[in-house]
C-alpha cells in the first residue's frame, strides 16, 4: 500500500480529499494491519452505502445507518419472497387468490438462483422464468389443500419447472451471503473509492473474520418491515450443525407458529471472537447444548462478540 493513501485523479467527486485521508483511510490502515475495532467498519461501511457500493456492502451500510425497521436491500427482499410462500403454504384458506399464488411460485425461483435453477431444471433463469410464467398462467384456483386446478395441461417443459418451486423454498436458498462475500466486496468498493490499491486486498481479506462478527452484530435483533404491514425479526444464533459458525435467522411468526431461516452465515474461530457464556456445546458433529443468544450482543473492547446484561 502506498505510504500515503490519498485520493487520486478519477477518484470519485462526492468524496471529500480531506474527509478520505484524514478519516477513511486511517480507519481502513487499522483494519489492515488487525487492529480491529467496531467503530471503523462502522463508519466504512456507512461511508460506502452512500457512493453506489456492491450491494452487500450497501446492505450492511443500511444497517449500520439504520437498524430498526429495515425495509430494503438483499437480505430484506429475500425475508419478503420467503415470507411470501410462508404466507400461501402455512395458512388455512378455502381458497387462494392468484395474485399470491403468483408472488410466492416466483419469488421461490428468484431465491434459488441462476445456478441452482440449472441444477433442478437444465433451464437458465431466463428460459425457467418463461416457462413459470407460462405454467402460472394456467392456473385456475388453488384449494385449500395447496391443490392446484389447471385450466389447461402444462408442457412436459412448463412441469419441470413448475414442479421445483411451487412448493416451499430451501433452507440453503435463502442465504443472501456470507461474511467471505462481505469481505471480498468491501475490498473491491474500497479500490473502487481510490482508498486502497488492488495489492491491498488481501490485507483486507485476512479480517473476513471480524468483518462478518461485525455484521452479526449489526443484523441481531433487527426488524424487517414486510409489504403486508407485519415484522418479520433477525437474530443471531451458533449454527446447530457447524461449529465456529454463527447464522443469522429470519423468525417469522404464523398463525402462532414461529419459522425460521437463516439469511447471513459468517464462520469465525470462537476461542478468538465469541465469548466463552455464548459458547455451544457439541458431541461430535451435533450441537446438543443451546446458550441463550435471545439477549442483546455488542462487541466489546477485546472484539469479542458478547451479551448486553
Known amino acids: 500500500m502506498r505510504d500515503r493513501l490519498r485520493p487520486v485523479r478519477g477518484a470519485s467527486l462526492s468524496a471529500v480529499p480531506n474527509e478520505i485521508e484524514l478519516d477513511i483511510c486511517p480507519r481502513t490502515r487499522r483494519l489492515m494491519k488487525g487492529d480491529l475495532r467496531p467503530n471503523d467498519l462502522d463508519r466504512l461501511f456507512g461511508w460506502l452505502r452512500h457512493r453506489r457500493p456492491l450491494e452487500t456492502v450497501e446492505d450492511l451500510g443500511h444497517f449500520c445507518g439504520h437498524k430498526d425497521d429495515r425495509n430494503r436491500g438483499i437480505i430484506w427482499r429475500r425475508v419478503v419472497l420467503c415470507c411470501h410462500a410462508w404466507g400461501l403454504y402455512l395458512t388455512d384458506k378455502d381458497t387462494y387468490e392468484l ?120 443484523m441481531h435483533n433487527c426488524k424487517c418491515l414486510l409489504t403486508d404491514n407485519t415484522v418479520a425479526v433477525l437474530k443471531a444464533y451458533p449454527n446447530f450443525n ?19 431461516r437463516p439469511v447471513f452465515q459468517c464462520s469465525c474461530d470462537f476461542e478468538r471472537f465469541v465469548d466463552r457464556t455464548l459458547w455451544p456445546l457439541y458431541h461430535g458433529n451435533s450441537m446438543f447444548g443451546m446458550p441463550d443468544w435471545d439477549v442483546g450482543l455488542e462487541i466489546d473492547q477485546e472484539c469479542k462478540l458478547v451479551r448486553i446484561e
Open 99 to 218: 395474485e399470491a399464488v403468483e408472488r410466492a411460485i416466483t419469488g421461490n425461483l428468484i431465491l434459488a438462483g441462476s445456478s441452482e435453477i440449472r441444477r433442478l431444471t437444465g433451464f437458465t433463469k431466463n428460459e425457467a422464468t418463461g416457462l413459470l410464467k407460462s405454467a402460472i398462467s394456467k392456473i385456475q384456483s388453488v384449494d385449500r389443500r395447496h391443490n392446484f386446478i389447471l385450466r389447461e395441461p402444462l408442457t412436459p417443459e412448463e412441469w419441470s419447472v413448475f414442479t421445483q418451486f411451487k412448493t416451499l423454498p430451501h433452507d440453503d436458498s435463502l442465504l443472501a451471503f456470507d461474511h467471505c462475500r462481505l469481505t471480498q466486496q468491501l475490498a473491491e468498493c474500497l479500490v473502487a473509492e481510490k482508498v486502497i490499491d488492488e495489492s491491498d486486498i488481501p490485507k483486507v481479506l485476512a479480517q473476513a473474520e471480524f468483518v462478518g462478527l461485525f455484521a452479526v452484530y449489526k
Open 242 to 260: 457447524m461449529p465456529n459458525v454463527i447464522d443469522v435467522k429470519l423468525f417469522y411468526d404464523i398463525k402462532g407458529i414461529t419459522l425460521m
